[in-house]
Structures are given as C-alpha cells and as structure tokens.
C-alpha cells in the first residue's frame, strides 16, 4: 500500500493549518505536497493561500481578531520558508513582489501587518521592512527583491510627508517599480497629489488594488529617455 496521500487531502492539511495556525502542520504538509510532486503555484494559491482567504474573510466579518490573523500569516510564512529554496531554484510559483513597509518616523505596524498577510494569502512574496522605513530602504529593498510594487503604509498625519518623500527619491532614481499608500490619514486624493500609483483604505481592499496593478504593470520610466 503506498504511503504517498492523495493530493486533495494534502491541500485541504495545507488550508487548515494555516486557518488553524498550525505551524508546525504547515511546515510537514509543505513538504509532503513537494515531494508528492505538486506545482508550487498550486500548493501557495490553492492549499495555503485558501486557508489565508478564509481569514480573511472571517476577518472582515469580524469573526476573527487581529492577532489570529498575524498568527495564520506567521504560519503561512514558516511554510513559505519550506518552498523558498524550490522557488529560488527558478520556480515560478509566486503572482510577484511587493515591498512592505511603515514610512520614517512611525513606528505603528497594525494595519501594515494586516496588508502583508492578505498579499501572501493572495500567493505574492511580501518583503516586510517594518517600521520607521527610510526612502533609501524602500528603494534599495526593491532594487535587491525585483519587487513590482513598493507599499508605504503612515498612521500618523505628522508622517505623510514621508509618503510623498519615498515617491520623489524613488521618481529621482529612476524606479521601475509601482507605489501604493495606505493608512488612516491617508486617502485617494493625497495619492494623486504625491503622483503615488494606488490607495487601499484597508487590508480587505490591498489584494484587488494591487492584483489591478499587476494585470496592467508598466515600470515608470519605462520607454523615457
């Protein structure tokens, strides 16, 4: 009798140990749907990032709190970690790159977190720079990842400017990535007059903003001379 588990029963292990925040379930079953030979694009989008949408929903409907969602995106990550190696190998198993970060001289993370776990439910590889983020770091971080997409979170109305400071350094270095901003004082109309790429007003709205982005990426710059 083989040992090897059929693929249905894998993914629905990969999607609940991430609803479950099962860390260490995640971790075994990641490796179990490697070795059963299952595409990675499949195992992130159709195993764990299903289990990250269901959080997302229960999130939104207010079923869950946050730190159950930083927890199911902790697990996420561990898991992610087990297929980083497959993925550097040339795999092409993510939707793309985005940088994360909360701008220079803010040190809140809530809503920022929230948006890094719906972008890896979502199947994007997120690279969370944290907090207190300096426009060198932004640019440098997308430059080194490739990232399509550079996300700026502000809660503090004192920390916009910062906003509108990673959008001139990075315009004035030529970048070939998109901006988006995001955070309680910020809104759509602060995003067209710092000429930043898109707004989400909160983690529930970031994945469609930036799947939008995705579907229609042009570099800035791009085509210029």
Not at 39 to 53: S, T, Y
Not at 67 to 93: F, H, N, W
């Amino acid at each position: 009798m083989s040992s090897i588990r059929e693929k249905g029963f894998i993914m629905d292990d990969l999607r609940i140990s991430v609803e479950t925040w099962d860390i260490k379930l995640a971790q075994r079953v990641a490796r179990e749907a490697v070795d059963s030979g299952i595409p990675l694009k499949e195992i992130v989008a159709e195993g764990l990032g299903a289990g990250m949408a269901r959080i997302g929903e229960m999130f939104g409907e207010g079923n869950l709190f946050l730190p159950q969602v930083i927890a199911a995106s902790k697990t996420m990550e561990a898991a992610l970690e087990v297929l980083r190696p497959y993925m550097e190998a040339g795999c092409d198993a993510m939707r793309g790159t985005v940088v994360m970060g909360t701008v220079k001289g803010d040190i809140h993370e809530i809503g920022k977190n929230v948006c890094c776990a719906m972008l890896r439910g979502a199947g994007y590889l997120v690279v969370d720079l944290g907090s207190d983020t300096g426009e060198d770091e932004f640019i440098d971080a997308a430059a080194a990842e490739r990232a399509q997409i550079v996300g700026c979170s502000a809660l503090m109305t004192t920390t916009l400017k910062a906003q509108e400071s990673v959008v001139r350094y990075s315009d004035e270095a030529g970048r070939g990535f998109l901006i988006i901003i995001g955070g309680a004082p910020c809104s759509q109309e602060w995003c067209d007059q710092i000429h930043a790429d898109g707004y989400s007003s909160s983690g529930a709205e970031i994945v469609d903003l930036v799947n939008g982005l995705m579907e229609k990426f042009d570099p800035p710059g791009r085509g210029t001379k």
